[in-house]
């Protein structure tokens, strides 16, 4: 009976030990050892020297962060980094006082770190910058949430990290997040807290989707009237049945200087910003601001739209001064953000305007089809022969939301990525059969815009609160996929569309807890995920929501 008991409490300490970790997303590895590190003024943090690399700062930054929230002021010492010496750690600490060792494995992935926490020493290995700031991220996660936060907490005496061993690297390389500023727009300050919650859940894609039928949110300074015209509407709320236009002039745009500012926050936190100009479709805000050569009837009167839903009025893609346009926002937005890809759009194009309009029936004849959709192909198939010509560092990926797939898109190759959203396991598998690459961003459960639970308190949105944290943990990812077909897909995104979203309170409110989810998913393998050990990690997180400052469904944590 006394065993019994005895193994009974073991078991309880076990288990209470494992839930004091917290970790989101769960690593590959982790294993919990006995003592405590403790942070304070004495320790020295000791990183490789290595030419142009961007180490030194993820150090700086995790050296300020620690200052703020805790007031620890950690020692920076440096040793040299050198291939032909091999690495050379002698002017690290190796007794006395306590430290943290970086060191450089040049054979780990780009993102995979191993974590290594004793009483005390902390040494962290890996190949890249960003598996330091993942291993750093890691390490702020096993502190109070303050630290996660970057800001003080008075109530907290005494700073330690609990011994760890943590080896660990993604499942997939891309961890998404979309967020729709098109409908609405809620401004740079807004997008950083985004950015940082993404951060502190290792994801790495953040995809701006920033020109709608109600509203283009980006300066293009080769068409000003873009943002003077697209840009504002006239109503707040868009009509949608009962709902009707208020009247109110509304409306915001980046400045390319604000776009830039945003790029070196993410740049920062190792996310990569994918900028989305959604055309043809989707384009009415554009066309209102240049009827004369967007439109397929620039006779009519042509303003940004004030309702919901899918609008027909979309780029006339017969109109070579279109084709330009295009182009041209394309070498614009090349400037305005480093990154790898740019997202074209492509979903929900009507092709009513083009059927009735002469020039594009010609070019559908030209082109040698019946199929509108290949009017759309073509049109694509334009911009990216425009990027082809390009030097190589202004060269750019593709990314199309999943019904280009519903054209003939041969002439587009398949170097194009397709971003899978309507029936997104089957257009996925779809697009890896053509051979292109893919991601996986299902409408349900997915789309975190939706109600995240049938309470009554639930704002207005969009779904009937089915897609609750559990339901959106619970899908998985590349599932009967055939081995072959795998390495196509990239990984993970949650979109969040704000046709009903008018401030930045709800949009956070509808995507917490529920971008922790996604990001596991994007993150753990398959065999480490678990709800009911995710929920119990999930915890902590309100602390860290509260802190940053950003609101989430409280509902999720009892509260
Ligand atoms: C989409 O939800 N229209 C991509």
């Known amino acids: 009976m006394r065993k019994t008991l005895l193994l009974l409490c073991c078991m309880c300490i076990l288990a209470l030990q494992a839930q004091d970790l917290s970790l989101i997303p769960n690593p590959v590895s982790v294993t919990k050892n006995d003592g405590r590190f403790m942070l304070e003024g004495k320790v020295v943090i000791c990183c490789p020297k290595v030419k142009n690399s961007d180490i030194t700062n993820v150090v700086d930054k995790f050296v300020h962060e620690i200052k703020t929230a805790t007031g620890v002021k950690l020692k920076k010492s440096y040793y040299k980094n050198s291939k032909m010496l ?6 690290c600490p190796t007794k006395g006082d306590a430290h943290i060792t970086l060191k450089i494995d040049d054979t780990m992935g780009d993102e995979a770190y191993k974590l290594s926490v004793k009483e005390k020493r902390i040494d962290i290995t890996a190949a890249k910058p960003a598996g330091f700031f993942y291993a750093f991220q890691t390490l702020k996660q096993l502190m109070p949430r303050n630290v996660m936060a970057v800001t003080p907490d008075e109530t907290v005496k ?17 961890r998404g997040f979309m967020l729709d500023e098109g409908r609405h727009f809620y401004g740079k300050e807004e997008i950083k807290k985004i950015l940082d919650v993404m951060a502190a859940y290792k994801m790495n894609r953040f995809h701006w989707h920033l020109t709608e039928d109600q509203g283009w949110r980006i300066e293009i300074k080769k068409y000003p009237k873009l943002t003077d015209v697209g840009a504002w509407r006239e109503s707040k709320v868009l009509g949608w049945g009962d709902v009707k236009p208020d009247g109110i002039h ?49 006779e009519n009167e042509h303003s940004v739209w004030l309702w919901q839903g899918v609008s027909s009025d979309v780029i006339n893609v017969a109109n070579p001064k279109a084709v330009q346009f295009a182009k041209d926002v394309i070498d614009e937005l090349t400037n305005i953000f480093p990154f790898e890809y740019i997202h074209l759009g ?20 030209e082109i040698g089809s019946t199929n509108y959709r290949d ?42 990525t397709i971003m899978a959203w309507i029936g997104a396991d089957g257009a996925a598998k779809d697009a890896a ?55 196509k897909y990239m990984g993970v995104q949650a979109n969040f569309w704000t046709e009903w979203v008018e401030t930045a309170d709800i949009v956070q409110y509808l ?23 995710f929920e119990q990690r999930l915890q902590a997180e309100a602390d860290y929501y509260k802190l940053r400052g950003v609101n989430y469904g409280k509902h999720v944590f009892g509260k």
């Open 86 to 91: 091999g690495l050379n750690v002698e002017k």
């Open 158 to 174: 005494e700073w330690s990290i609990p011994a760890v061993d943590i080896v660990d690297e993604p499942r997939f390389a891309w």
């Open 250 to 298: 509304y409306g915001g745009y980046y400045t390319h200087k604000d776009a830039k500012e945003i790029v070196e926050y993410a740049k920062e936190r190792f996310i990569e910003i994918v900028p989305e100009i959604d055309i043809p479709g989707h384009s009415q805000a554009a066309v209102a601001a240049y009827p004369e050569f967007l439109a397929c009837d620039p």
């Open 346 to 365: 492509g979903d929900e194009c009507p092709t009513s305007k083009w059927e009735r309009n002469a020039d594009c029936q010609a070019l559908l004849s």
């Open 375 to 416: 009017l759309q192909i073509n049109f694509y198939k334009q911009i990216l022969e425009h990027i082809a010509e390009k030097p190589a560092d202004e060269q750019r990926n593709l990314i199309f939301w999943n019904e280009v797939l519903h054209g003939n898109t041969a002439p587009l190759g398949n170097n194009i």
């Open 433 to 487: 059969t053509r051979g292109m690459n893919t991601i996986l961003s299902p409408q349900i459960p997915y789309y975190i815009n939706r109600k995240q639970s049938k309470l009554p308190t639930e704002p207005l949105s969009q779904g009937h609160g089915t897609e609750t944290v559990e339901a959106v943990y619970n899908y998985v990812p590349m599932k009967n996929v055939p081995e072959e077909l795998q390495s």
């Open 511 to 533: 995507m917490l807890p529920r971008l922790a989810a996604v990001a596991e998913a994007g993150w753990t393998p398959q065999n480490r995920r678990n709800y009911a050990d």
